[in-house]
């Protein structure tokens, strides 16, 4: 599995991304290549993340660029970039997630259990000031949240294979062939729609070789709630019923 690669879309990321490289730097199984997206940042992302690459000479870190706008389109080039450099395996987390150690191990069992897809479990940082209170209600609406696109009606049609799963893009590994089949992630801003939910369901016409592994782990930011509140927050990732002028939390 050394043709496996970790895609990180990454926006004025300077202040945090640190974190996220030295947990990826830390996986127990180090055997894989990350390529960081720099998605047209106003900082010194590219500076931090260039320093971090020469520091650790393992993983191998590789910088590029998108001017497009959007998660979308950055991880997107991210993918397509890794699987021109021969790249048979995918993963993507994000510049403000925390991969647990065992994680890209974790993510290639899934791969050896027959699984073309793999999404893994979000679970709130704890080291951002947010709140016991609000990261277990960020737990349990993620639950609710999963059990819910099951019966949603845009998860729901006879084109489907496979149930839905909900497939975090900032926890997600997907085969090369596989993401190619599907289209990829749409190249759209985060605000004009859930690329994460597009792509598992271009997969689902395809396969129903995916599924959820808990036991594939990464803390994710709570930088939304400690700016906007808990309450919209939800209303945000619920199908953007919030609307805040600055999405971009930094």
Same mark, same amino acid.
């Given at each position: 599995?050394?043709?496996?690669?970790?895609?990180?879309?990454?926006?004025?990321?300077?202040?945090?991304?640190?974190?996220?490289?030295?947990?990826?730097?830390?996986?127990?199984?180090?055997?894989?290549?990350?390529?960081?997206?720099?998605?047209?940042?106003?900082?010194?992302?590219?500076?931090?993340?260039?320093?971090?690459?020469?520091?650790?000479?393992?993983?191998?870190?590789?910088?590029?660029?998108?001017?497009?706008?959007?998660?979308?389109?950055?991880?997107?080039?991210?993918?397509?970039?890794?699987?021109?450099?021969?790249?048979?395996?995918?993963?993507?987390?994000?510049?403000?997630?925390?991969?647990?150690?065992?994680?890209?191990?974790?993510?290639?069992?899934?791969?050896?259990?027959?699984?073309?897809?793999?999404?893994?479990?979000?679970?709130?940082?704890?080291?951002?000031?947010?709140?016991?209170?609000? $990261?277990?209600?960020?737990?349990?609406?993620?639950?609710?949240?999963?059990?819910?696109?099951?019966?949603?009606?845009?998860? $729901?049609?006879?084109?489907?294979?496979?149930?839905?799963?909900?497939?975090?893009?900032?926890?997600?590994?997907?085969?090369?062939?596989?993401?190619?089949?599907?289209?990829?992630?749409?190249?759209?801003?985060?605000?004009?729609?859930?690329?994460?939910?597009?792509?598992?369901?271009?997969?689902?016409?395809?396969?129903?070789?995916?599924?959820?592994?808990?036991?594939?782990?990464?803390?994710?930011?709570?930088?939304?709630? $400690?700016?906007?509140?808990? $309450?919209?927050?939800?209303?945000?990732?619920?199908?953007?019923?919030?609307?805040?002028?600055?999405?971009?939390?930094?």
């Amino acid at each position: 599995m050394s043709e496996f690669w970790v895609v990180i879309p990454a926006f004025d990321e300077e202040r945090g991304i640190s974190a996220t490289l030295e947990a990826v730097a830390a996986q127990q199984d180090s055997d894989f290549t990350v390529v960081v997206v720099d998605n047209n940042s106003t900082d010194g992302t590219v500076k931090v993340v260039e320093a971090f690459a020469q520091a650790h000479p393992v993983p191998r870190i590789v910088v590029i660029s998108e001017p497009q706008k959007g998660t979308g389109a950055a991880a997107d080039t991210g993918m397509r970039y890794a699987i021109a450099q021969g790249a048979t395996h995918l993963a993507r987390t994000d510049a403000d997630c925390l991969p647990a150690p065992d994680w890209t191990q974790k993510i290639k069992a899934g791969f050896d259990s027959g699984l073309r897809l793999v999404s893994g479990q979000l679970i709130p940082r704890t080291d951002e000031g947010v709140s016991w209170r609000d $990261r277990t209600i960020i737990r349990v609406a993620l639950e609710v949240a999963s059990t819910f696109g099951k019966v949603r009606s845009g998860n $729901r049609d006879p084109k489907y294979l496979g149930p839905y799963v909900m497939t975090p893009g900032c926890n997600m590994a997907i085969t090369a062939e596989l993401y190619v089949a599907a289209g990829g992630f749409p190249r759209t801003a985060i605000e004009d729609l859930h690329e994460d939910r597009a792509l598992v369901n271009a997969v689902r016409t395809i396969t129903t070789a995916y599924g959820l592994r808990r036991d594939v782990r990464v803390y994710g930011s709570n930088r939304r709630v $400690r700016a906007w509140g808990i $309450r919209k927050t939800l209303a945000w990732y619920a199908d953007h019923r919030y609307r805040p002028d600055v999405v971009d939390i930094r």
